[in-house]
């Protein structure tokens, strides 16, 4: 079961601070582990802060104002650029034929400019599982996983994203119990 361009939603009973009701985007999946970027997390920094570190800056304050995402908890001080349409930036991955990643620092400076994709997500850090350990998470029912929405990743209001990815899979996570167990 390959998870890439899928949401792994996070089960009510799962405590773990970095991953409590979050929804992450899996960017990649295959033998070697699985990579994805929280979407539902988002830190007290804008896109201004991101900038000004960066040494860059925008004219547009709506454009100031983006929020930017704790995606994960490892190597949270590089910057990831979820983004639709797909456009080809200095490093940018196709996960899906209308989404892409990018780290690049090109994205950064045209979303500045006004000049971006069309709908955007930044996030600093990425979730990342090494080789089985995110099967063996599912099995033992710390996620479930949806197909990817992209109105849920750029357009859904935050605080709504887990309760809409898992009504993506039939499921209303406010009927489910936390304590988690096997039949």
């Known amino acids: 079961m390959c998870l890439t361009n ?3 939603i996070a089960m009510p009973g ?16 295959n033998e070697d582990g699985a990579m994805g970027i929280v979407i539902n997390r988002p830190l007290e920094l804008s896109l201004d802060d991101v900038l000004q ?12 104002q983006m929020p930017v995402y704790q995606g994960g908890p490892v190597q949270t ?3 990831f650029v979820l983004h639709h349409p797909i ?3 200095d490093h940018c991955i196709e996960i899906s034929r209308d989404i892409g990643i990018a780290t690049s620092r090109d994205i950064l400076a045209a979303i500045a400019e ?3 994709p069309e709908k955007t997500l930044i996030a600093l850090g990425y979730a990342g599982w090494g080789a089985g350990q995110l099967e063996k998470e599912m099995q033992d029912n710390a996620w479930l996983s949806a197909p ?3 109105s849920i990743i750029f357009n859904t209001p935050i605080e709504n ?3 809409e990815a898992a009504a993506l899979a039939g499921v209303d996570l406010s009927k489910l119990s936390t304590n988690i167990g096997h039949a």
């Open 6 to 8: 899928q949401f792994l």
């Open 14 to 29: 799962l405590a773990d601070p970095y991953f409590y009701h979050s929804v992450a985007y899996i960017c990649a999946h």
């Open 53 to 64: 570190q960066m040494s860059m800056s925008t004219q547009d304050q709506q454009i100031g």
């Open 77 to 79: 001080d590089r910057g």
């Open 87 to 89: 456009q080809k930036w």
């Open 114 to 116: 006004g000049k971006g």
């Open 148 to 150: 990817a929405d992209n």
């Open 161 to 163: 994203r887990w309760t």
